[in-house]
């Protein structure tokens, strides 16, 4: 059998992604574990996390596990990716030696890797995390790079909670401004869960620059049509949140303008109504909001919205918790069953 992975949830199927959201849903219930016992996983970050970390080396915790933390290029060696490379740079080994030699110590390996935010041609190939997963002789799962499919089973998971059956429902992804221009990932992710979801999808996003990477714009439209929903873009702040059942805000940079960003920041300047607050909530049919957090208060969103019973990012924070200790089990055992005394209680 080949070895699975979980960098996108575009790779698994819909009923793989339930059962996913099943097994969460029964941790959320019963916390505590032997699941993971014996088991370890290699976080590796090279950018900063709050909830990630947390989570993941939480739920390892409390499944009997343990995780160990890694910040290549601080406290572990800087790597190079390059197939090739002569490294006589600033990089000390190669992805070849690190994904190996982490195999023969871990049973699984995370990776985070945003973009470096200088050619989106390059930074579209995700080459850190695909990388980890030619080389890894254990599973890899995806802590975001290019898209976040753990948040997108947290988000999945809190919209079922409020929800029910999402199939039909309006969502609107809506882009909101922020100071700096900020990666697509969650804004690519939200778009393809809510479309796997049969959800009635609307991107709204100031101009059509803003549109996001054909890949996943595409892959949305594939899900909408296999899933009995719809997708459609929108500049129209007041039609796109009219009879809204969720709002989710996201912040991201212009794709024709990665790498000259300079060039982009009076378009994203110009777009600070785009903020989620009272009035536009009022337009929704009693709908959610929620965002993946972290959060610029009064920037993306009103301290009213953020305090509103609407408010779901906190469910949705929680929720990472639960998915990501699924995902743990479900690739360490790699559709073996973990045996007597560490099934997931939720489950019989
Ligand atoms: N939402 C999320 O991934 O949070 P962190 O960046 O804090 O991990």
Redesign the pocket.
């Known amino acids: 059998m080949s070895l699975r992975h979980f960098l996108s949830t575009q790779d698994w199927s819909r009923a793989e992604l339930d059962a996913l959201l099943d097994q969460a849903a029964a941790f959320k219930r019963s916390r505590a574990g032997h699941q993971l016992a014996g088991k370890s996983i290699a976080l590796l970050f090279f950018n ?6 947390t989570s993941f080396e939480l739920g390892a915790f409390q499944l009997g596990g343990h995780a160990i933390v890694l910040a290549p290029g601080k406290d572990a060696w800087p790597i190079e990716f390059e197939a090739g490379a002569v490294m006589d740079g600033d990089t000390e080994e190669h992805i070849a030696e690190v994904a190996r030699v982490l195999g023969r110590y871990v049973d699984l390996i995370a990776v985070r890797a945003f973009p470096k935010f200088q050619d989106w041609s390059v930074d579209r190939e995700d080459r850190v995390i695909q990388a980890f997963a030619r080389h890894a002789t254990v599973p890899v799962i995806n802590m ?1 790079t290019i898209t ?1 499919p753990c ?1 997108e089973l947290a988000h999945a998971m809190a919209l079922r909670e409020h929800l029910g059956e999402l199939r039909g429902r309006k969502y609107v992804l809506t882009w909101t401004y922020h100071p700096r221009p900020l990666n697509t990932a969650v804004a690519n992710s939200a778009l393809l869960i809510a479309t796997r979801m049969g959800m009635d999808v609307t991107l709204l996003c100031p101009t059509p620059e803003y549109r996001l990477d054909p890949r996943y714009m595409d892959a949305a439209e594939q899900n909408a049509r296999a899933n009995g929903g719809s997708l459609r873009v929108s500049h129209d702040i007041a039609s796109a949140y009219r009879g809204a059942h969720v709002v989710y805000a996201k912040s991201w940079g212009a794709l024709p303008y990665f790498g000259r960003w300079e060039q982009e920041k009076p378009i994203r300047d110009a777009h600070r109504h785009f903020i989620v607050d009272e009035g536009k909530m009022a337009l929704t049919d009693h709908g959610l909001f929620s965002h ?3 959060l610029r208060r009064n920037v993306k969103a009103t301290d009213a919205v953020m305090d509103s019973p609407a408010c779901i990012a906190i469910d949705e ?1 929680e929720n ?1 918790l639960h998915v990501q200790k699924a995902v743990m089990v479900t690739l360490a055992y790699q559709g073996r069953d973990p045996g007597p005394g560490t099934r997931d209680p939720g489950r019989g």
Do not use: I
């Open positions: 900063p996390s709050m909830r990630t970390r975001e976040h948040q993946c957090l972290p924070a990472r």
